[in-house]
């Protein structure tokens, strides 16, 4: 008898336990950093009429996580691959989420642009500002897109800066859409119906403002000079790393981040973020991502490789200095000299059939 209450009680610690953990790997946000002020609060939304996460940000810095990039509190959801999630935020925000692949982490990079790059996915061609709306994504697709090789072996964190209203967060193993019952299929299309008309809206007073614009400062407009727009790039921001994009570190040592700037298309400075993370007491190639988003939503992204090394050893990668690139008065000079010296062994020859090549592959290319 005493044998089978410890049997029940050992099943109730494990149901209690497993709930709690599981609630607390989707659930428990905190400050990513713990230099900031950013505020979390449970509120009661209006509009969902449940309760939610609302983040007040009050620096570019404030970034918050739902579980962790390693350890004990990361998700560690080794099962599935699609995750989902309700939030209102403003027009700027980056979503990281977390994961753990068979090369190592990885951080799939979600932005409210709508530009595309490596490992990061503009989300802004399908957002209305201000509004609650749903986001599903296949994390192993958007892996595969830039590291097709490659696999996630687990999915351990939901990262976010910015300021808004986070709902729910959930993960499925396959895409398998619900059987739905004529009730609820009349609901979602009732609320497709309502986001189109909400959009279609949008999408009239935009033009009927661009209209007024237009209208108003057409005299200003036959006066600007016409930009042509050949490069599409020619809008996103410009980001200048510090000391470069490939430092060497030796091993033990403290590593400071050198930082970077960013200007956005009329000059102005704006925001750059900094995605990585560097081991100083372990030898290894690390990568470091800088991304800058301006308030129209064009984004630009860099990286920069840290080799950390131990002090005396010979770094692979070491790129060979610049060699001085010849001006034409010398390079003519040397072919009048190479020209005499071969003057004695060939004085049929036409000096000026002699020419002497710059070897291309010789020239050092940043």
């Known amino acids: 008898m005493s044998s089978l209450k410890y049997m029940i009680l050992l099943v109730t ?28 609060k449970k509120i009661k939304d209006p509009k969902k009429k449940v309760t939610v996460v609302e983040f007040k940000s009050k620096s570019s810095r404030d970034t918050y996580i739902n579980g962790a990039k390693t350890g004990e509190k990361s998700w560690n959801n080794k099962k599935d691959k699609i995750i989902k999630w309700d939030f209102n935020f403003n ?42 709306q749903t986001i599903t994504r296949d994390l192993e697709a958007d892996l595969h897109k830039h590291e097709p090789n490659n696999e996630i072996v687990s999915v351990n964190a939901f990262i976010i800066r910015g300021s808004g209203k986070i709902g729910k967060i959930e993960m499925f193993s396959s895409k398998k859409k619900k059987i739905l019952s004529k009730d609820e299929k009349s609901l979602n299309d009732a609320k497709v119906e309502k986001i189109v008309k909400t959009v279609e809206e949008k999408i009239k007073d935009i033009i009927r403002k661009e209209q007024e614009i237009r209208q108003e400062n057409q005299s200003k407009i036959e006066k600007q000079v016409k930009i042509d727009i050949k490069d599409e790039n020619s809008f996103t921001p410009k980001i200048i790393l510090e000391q470069g994009n490939l430092i060497y570190h030796k091993l033990g040592e403290p590593f400071f981040e050198p930082g970077a700037t960013a200007t956005d298309y009329n000059g102005v400075t704006i925001d750059v973020d900094v995605i990585g993370e560097v081991d100083i007491n372990k030898v290894n190639r690390y990568v470091l991502s800088y991304i800058a988003t301006d308030d129209n939503g064009y984004t630009t992204t860099k990286s920069r490789v840290v080799m950390v090394h131990k002090a005396g050893a010979e770094v692979k990668e070491k790129r060979e200095p610049k060699p001085k690139v010849k001006s034409e008065k010398n390079l003519e000079q040397e072919r009048m000299e190479k020209y005499e010296e071969l003057m004695p062994l060939s004085p049929l020859d036409d000096p000026n059939n002699m020419s002497m090549e710059i070897d291309e592959d010789l020239l050092y290319y940043d």
């Open 91 to 132: 027009k700027n925000f980056v979503i990281m989420v977390s994961i753990k692949t068979k090369k190592g982490y990885r951080d799939l990079i979600y932005t409210s642009g709508e530009d595309n790059g490596n490992l990061y996915f503009g989300l802004g061609k399908y957002l209305i500002p201000g509004t609650w």
């Open 13 to 40: 610690i494990f149901i209690v336990t497993t709930t709690a953990l599981h609630s607390k790997s989707y659930n428990s946000w905190h400050l990513l950093y713990s230099d900031t002020y950013g505020v979390i």
